[in-house]
């Protein structure tokens, strides 16, 4: 088999080589046994570095393992009581109670999924009277919650479109570029956050639009901005439209907090809406991890208007084409809960108030962080970005540096980029919280912005 | 691409409220883009549901079903799921999923003592049943050995091609069924594992082969093992039917234990789709036996940077009814009685369908339907005879001739034998 001297060959780090030839190597523990056995098993994995920790899901590990009990997670984007604890829904509680004593089976969804799914999350994009709907224009496929719509998306567009780039916002949630990588399409990025207004900067976003490649798929958020927290204007939207059209771009729209920024369903889907009613091809990500707190349930869809039902069917053969070798068809108990609580008008009219109620805490609490900040920063800075700004986050315009001084001094666990989750905070923390950003802002180390 | 977007282009103004009329008068973006073809298997349940005869019988679709033709949901899940309702925190399982569910999973497939999880060298993460498994190992394998291919059994469940081919690892395939006896083409298998190039990644079914029902013999295991170990090959067990097959989950587990004593380093995926009837929670494990704890730590964090931008993080109510059932002893016993139970019943119809076609003086012989295993049957029938079977006596199956036993009841066995002895009579 192998030489000698390629049986007490170590196999250097990096990746691995798993040519034709005889693996071998020394194994740590078993020195002793290698004169023995001359092809000892490395594991074909040797070379396999250990992945970053993900900067977002990372920050709660690092929130858990502090001891500080003034510490504060403002980290991930999962919704938390005044009290500061986890929140179920009560309309879903309802809704689970309801499965329990219906008993139904659990065979396999349909890998497009739950038919009752499918039509209540699109009417609740759409609206149930909107003519794409009747027209049957709309493939819909439920999917694993906002990830797994966009990435059945991203591998459609690399195979139907693969010279085709996406154009993302600067900044934008970290996991979009993450799927698009690994879906293997192209991304550029069009200016969004202005640091100098800590607001949007439109003429640079319209710019950008326009100068890429006609046909681009242009990835908006459709309230709600993550991480920022900043929206367009309607009219701000109707420019956005106008010059999406000019180019014959596709817009491709990320709605993951549809009811949770503004507390209306229906007022947080008008971006979508506005474009459909153009008679625009569009594709939609939604999820319903947020605004039904379905977070690890993973319940979403993927939505594609398509211009004919004809060219629906067959998109939505393709999306399915790409799903059955990704997971075959979806999991099924948080589309049973959505069916139920859409489907019933009691239950979803409990929805809609327990979605203005989650809204409702995220705007007191940016009141009373404005509040906090304007009262207690003596420097003349204008905090009032954060009123202006919308949804579960907020950016701060904090640095890197200034974050890491929010952590290391303050003990509050934020992402790098200077995003808080205000679905984190109380209106018991604001004040700690104002000290903490004052302080970050004025002495944290770094260029302040 | 060009063509569809070219023609939006002349005449294009720029619009402005243009209403629904617009789309249609519009090119639209996916002129290019063909209708798939429908999924062979699932397409016949759509035919067997639309037939309105009395006496049509699914035998088509991999999902038990009781004595009444009825799918089921185990007791031990329904009470499972009273205890996790009202315990309700939907907050994000970790990336890597359910902690709890993974450690049972891997006490299931590697043994309760075994000393690869006290010493912590696998690297496992919950992943959407065991498609789910399947891709999760396929992207790694693409990312991380990037110039390996994949030796897929003939046949396989086809749905493994596609993981792979999407996964964009190159393919081939090993001989396996043996058409003439319905059994295992032994010395095929071995010729293949022999000529494949030193360190060449498999994909195994553990047990209950989808779709023959062919699973090698304790001895051609150890055999393989022994042949994988002079080749150096990597062995990746796809588990689907653990527990199902024989009704034991330790003696369905017995190729792994063998490779696992043989030294060598295994990939595994598990599903809970058939043993615990989750099919739809999309519940499963993948597993990869790594040389210590810090690499399995490695690879596990490499198992979720990819699992991150497909789906972030898995779904969590599968896992809980999971890690309920199996950390509990008195569930966990119900489950095996309940999960030796649906086994029997197949094993039971096995055997019944057998006797009926010898009981018709079929000249043929139909030992392979009992020495078969697990859900499936190879039947060894054509496309043609399968036609018929369908178009005359409403008997709906795949293609290839594989027959869902899951689908076979006391009720309609003699119909069905009878079919079978028909088909073949007149062929004959």
Known sequence: ?449 | MAMSRAAAATGAVTRRRLGATAARSMASWFGHVEPAAKDPILGVTEAFLADPSPDKVNVGVGAYRDDNGKPVVLDCVREAERRITGNMNMEYLPMGGSIKMIEESLKLAYGEDSQFIKDKRIAAVQALSGTGACRLFADFQKRFLPDSHIYIPTPTWANHHNIWRDAQVPQRTFTYYHPESRGLDFSGLMDDIKNAPDGSFFLLHACAHNPTGVDPSEEQWREISHQFKVKNHFPFFDMAYQGFASGDPERDAKAIRIFLEDGHQIGCAQSYAKNMGLYGQRAGCLSILCDDEMQAVAVKSQLQQIARPMYSNPPVHGALIVSTILGDPELKTLWLKEVKGMADRIIGMRKALKQNLEKLGSPMSWEHITNQIGMFCYSGMTPEQVDRLTNEFHIYMTRNGRISMAGVTTGNVAYLANAIHECHAVII
């Open chain 1, 1 to 449: 088999m192998a030489s000698s001297a390629a049986a007490f060959a170590v196999l250097r780090g990096g990746k691995s080589e798993a040519r034709a030839g005889c693996r071998v190597g020394i194994t740590r523990k078993n020195f002793g046994r290698v004169m023995m056995a001359l092809a000892v098993d490395v594991s074909r994995f040797e070379g396999v570095p250990m992945a970053p920790p993900d900067p977002i899901l990372g920050v709660s590990e690092a929130f858990k393992a502090d001891k500080n009990d003034l510490k504060l997670n403002l980290g991930v984007g999962a919704y938390r009581t005044e009290e500061l604890q986890p929140y179920v829904l009560n309309v879903v509680k309802k809704a689970e109670t309801l499965m329990l004593e219906k008993g139904e089976n659990k065979e396999y969804l349909p890998i497009e999924g739950l038919a009752a799914f499918n039509k209540a999350t699109a009417e609740l994009l759409f609206g149930a009277d909107n003519p794409v709907l009747k027209q049957g224009r709309v493939a819909t496929l439920q999917s694993l919650s906002g990830t797994g719509s966009l990435r059945l998306a991203a591998a459609f567009i690399q195979r139907y479109f693969p010279e085709a780039k996406v154009l993302i916002s600067s900044p934008t949630w970290g996991n979009h570029k993450n799927i698009f990588n690994d879906a293997r399409v192209p991304w550029s990025e069009y200016r969004y956050y202005d640091p100098k207004t800590v607001g949007l900067d439109f003429e640079g976003m319209i710019a950008d639009i326009q100068a890429a490649p006609d046909g681009s798929f242009v990835l908006l958020h459709g309230c709600a901005h993550n991480p920022t927290g900043i929206d367009p204007t309607p009219e701000q939207w109707e420019k956005i439209a106008d010059v999406i059209q000019e180019k014959k771009h596709m817009p491709f729209f990320d709605v993951a907090y549809q009811g949770f920024a503004s507390g209306s369903l229906d007022e947080d889907a008008s971006s979508v809406r506005l474009f459909v009613e153009r008679g625009l091809e569009v594709f939609v990500a939604q999820s319903y991890s947020k605004n039904l707190g379905l977070y690890a349930e993973r319940i979403g869809a993927i939505n594609v208007v398509c211009s004919t039902p004809e060219v629906a069917n067959r998109v939505k053969s393709q999306l399915k084409r790409l799903a059955r070798p990704m997971y075959s068809n979806p999991p099924i108990h948080g589309a049973r809960i959505v069916a139920n609580v859409v489907g019933d008008p009691t239950m979803f009219g409990e929805w809609k108030q327990e979605m203005e109620e989650m809204a409702g805490r995220i705007k007191n609490v940016r009141q009373k962080l404005y509040d906090s900040l304007s009262a207690k920063d003596k420097s003349g800075k204008d905090w009032s970005f954060i009123l202006r700004q919308i949804g579960m986050f907020s950016y701060t315009g904090l640095n890197k540096t200034q974050s890491d001084n929010m952590t290391d001094k303050w003990h509050i666990y934020m992402t790098k980029d200077g995003r808080i989750s205000l679905a984190g905070l109380s209106l018991a923390k604001c004040e700690y919280l104002a000290d903490a950003i004052i302080d970050s802002f004025h002495n944290g180390l770094g260029t302040a912005k």
